[in-house]
């Protein structure tokens, strides 16, 4: 046209558009944040997502002191039934002490014990959060009460039926928070879901063996020795094909505080596994072992938990794997 009025598509009508403004172009804009040309530290200046509003102490602590509640209970159960009595009481107790700091950290994140108890009111199973709440209620006072009969001596039978209640729901206690976390927008976490619940299990299951080396003597350590070897290969294995299905952003497990903590949880859960070997005979590698199990398997909750956080806020990680898969078309 000749009168200096653009055309669609013409002049200053694309800047417009570009801009956010009315029309086709403006509707096109979560494509164009994608294109080779925009770079991926921003969505035209905003955040691509929001980091999870958790503290890293009372939430990593709850997938830590979770999973080793869960492990402990059925360490416990395998221990009583094959006559093992002080490393069944030993871990009945973990399970125990370990679920209440759970739900403790838990209500604390929460700010109010009033906002646990609504989310009682109602079940989600959609939710992973309802559902988890819904199984840590049920599982705690199995696990309480197997812990007080073994240590009071009353109800015996109530108290074994308790225990191996409590170890039915044990694998689910152990990894259900691995569900809550895949479950979110951030990407370190979301990417690693279909493995995630195997890494977070076989660290739970190092977790309770390290404990269970520590407080039985060496006559009854068998089980948890054989669990303390399965659960470092299952937490290494599974760590290490999450880390090749993330792709890029498996950055975030080998850089800054998250990569310095992973690291050292790898080191000291292969070094525990391999001390426990020698735990059956020799009552310090059952301590060292123990010991290292432990804090191996804190630090990789810990760990993963920074890694997610970090995935969070650089928006490289929330751009770059959404144009490859835009590119490969996957």
Do not use: C
Request: hydrophobic share 45%; net charge positive; charged share 20%.
């Amino acid at each position: 046209m000749s009168d200096g009025q653009a055309r669609p598509g013409e002049g200053g009508t694309d800047v417009r558009r570009r801009d956010g403004g009315p029309g086709r172009k403006g509707r096109r804009r979560d494509r164009d944040f994608l294109r080779e040309d925009h770079p991926g530290d921003s969505y035209y200046g905003r955040p691509i997502i929001n980091p999870p509003v958790w503290e890293e102490r009372e939430i990593a602590g709850y997938l830590f002191t979770g999973g080793l509640a869960g492990a402990s209970s059925i360490l416990a159960a395998g221990a009583d039934l094959t006559g093992r009595s002080a490393l069944a009481r030993g871990s009945r107790l973990m399970a125990t002490g370990a679920i209440g700091v759970s739900l403790l950290a838990l209500v604390k994140d929460l700010g109010r014990p009033l906002r646990f108890l609504n989310m009682l009111r109602v079940f989600k199973p959609t939710s992973p959060m309802s559902v988890g709440v819904w199984i840590l209620v049920g599982y705690a006072p199995l696990a309480a009460g197997a812990a007080a009969s073994d240590v009071t001596g009353r109800l015996p039978k109530l108290g074994r039926a308790a225990g191996l209640g409590a170890a039915a729901l044990g694998s689910t206690v152990a990894t259900y928070t691995a569900a809550l976390i895949a479950n979110t927008a951030v990407p370190a976490w979301h990417g690693g879901r279909k493995d995630l619940p195997f890494l977070f299990a076989g660290s739970a299951a190092s977790a309770a063996a390290g404990w269970g080396l520590i407080v039985a003597p060496p006559a009854e350590n068998d089980p948890a020795v054989r669990m303390a070897v399965l659960g470092a290969l299952v937490e290494l294995g599974a760590e290490k094909v999450m880390e090749r299905r993330l792709g890029m952003v498996a950055e975030t497990l080998h850089e800054g505080k998250a990569g310095k903590r992973l690291r050292v949880a790898k080191a000291l859960t292969a070094a525990g596994a391999a001390t426990a070997l020698f735990a059956r005979r020799h009552r310090p590698a059952a301590l060292a072992a123990g010991t290292a199990l432990l804090a191996g398997s804190a630090l990789t909750r810990f760990g993963l938990f920074e890694a997610g956080m970090a995935s969070a806020k650089d928006p490289k990680y929330t751009v770059d794997p959404q144009r490859e898969r835009l590119r490969t078309g996957g």
